[in-house]
């Protein structure tokens, strides 16, 4: 079996990761890419920080939220190989990212219920719903983890998702890029190019603005008819440990 195009590593509860893989599928759709989806926990890797004294108060349980669902993934892919992923991933996406805004943010729209979400997902992959059970066990966390320190090998530390590794497994991995709305269909590949490119240069290593838009996604309140109106967002510009 060929390997990839590219590994995608994902936390399932980061907005930034969920528009940047929505870019991914529009830009494997035209070139018919192949994408291999890859875990990354911020849970795990904030696992040494005081989350009390770094982070908003719903980070802790944000990020625990994604730990678990991640652990389904594991079981899933354990007993069925990567393909399922990107449908378990897309899912939980259209789920959590997609509807309409809640009390308390995007975190809300998880934590009402984990067990549901990943139910709805793994009948989404035609998978048992038994395979839910694999949210409370934490035996799943060293693959989980063992992940997440392969994706920092390729990039190093001080980043967080997603992580991208083009033309695996040679080719060179970058943190992001970080996007808050999706590109029509001619902008999303001369942006992938263009990322590509960055990627093959061995001396490249970042570009970075802190300023951005509130992300263009119903959970946080931006309707499609609204992309592209709103005005900086500085919320959230920590290096998206998050």
Known sequence: MSDPDLHFYFDPVCPFAWMTSKWVRTVARLKEYDVEWRFISLRLLNSHLDYAAHF???YEESHTAGLKLLRVAARIRR???PGPIGVYYETLGQHTFEKDAVPGGTAAAVHQSVRELATTALEAC????????ALEDDDWDAVIQAETDVALTLTGKDVGTPILHFEPPRGTALFGPVISRLPDDDSAVE??????????FPGFAELKRSLRERP?????????DEAGKQEDWHGGSRRQKK
């Open 126 to 133: 035609g998978l048992p719903i038994e395979y839910a059970d």
């Open 216 to 224: 263009q996604l119903p959970a946080f309140g931006v309707s499609a």
């Open 79 to 81: 007993d069925h190989g």
């Open 191 to 200: 942006l992938w190019d263009h990322v590509v490119a960055l990627s093959r």
């Open 56 to 58: 908003p108060p719903e």
